[in-house]
């Protein structure tokens, strides 16, 4: 058994990422550091490392308790890997999932049903056949006269 792996094939292993090549390149983009540090992709970890990975909005920490480079069944990978996240950093996902409903700006995203109702109202051909009959009437009205 290896002591040592690369940290994009641990992270993948894990299931922490779907496949190698997102692991490898959330390594590249600085999103992962091990005590503090950013590593490269080829950088070896082994039991003991406090693995921090960045998925915005929040930071997971992983401690190794093992290293494999095969990639795991999820019943598994408890026995490799120790979750170290901060439930601070839980309580930040919460709320963002919460005021991403929120603070919706305007026309980001999709409408929402009484936007889709507004919308469906104004290209209803009611209102422009109501237009139009009222603008014949007001016409016939002026030559009476």
Not at 6 to 17: C, E, G, I, P, T
Not at 121 to 138: I, K, P
């Amino acid at each position: 058994m290896k002591t040592e792996v690369r940290v994009d094939k641990w992270l993948w292993a894990m299931r922490v990422f779907k496949t190698r090549s997102m692991a490898t390149d959330a390594v590249k983009k600085g999103r992962v550091s091990i005590g503090g540090s950013i590593v490269k992709p080829s950088r070896l970890v082994k039991a003991g490392d406090v693995i921090d990975v960045r998925k915005p909005p929040i930071t997971y920490s992983f401690r190794v308790k093992g290293v494999i480079e095969n990639r795991l069944g999820a019943k598994l990978v408890p026995e490799y890997l120790e979750n170290v996240t901060p439930q601070s950093q839980y309580d930040l996902l919460e709320m963002t999932k919460i005021s991403g409903f929120v603070d919706r700006r305007k026309g980001l995203g999709r409408p929402t049903k009484r936007d889709s109702r507004d919308m469906a109202a104004f290209r209803e051909a009611t209102y422009a056949d109501d237009f139009y009959l009222d603008w014949e009437d007001d016409e016939e009205d002026e030559f009476e006269d």
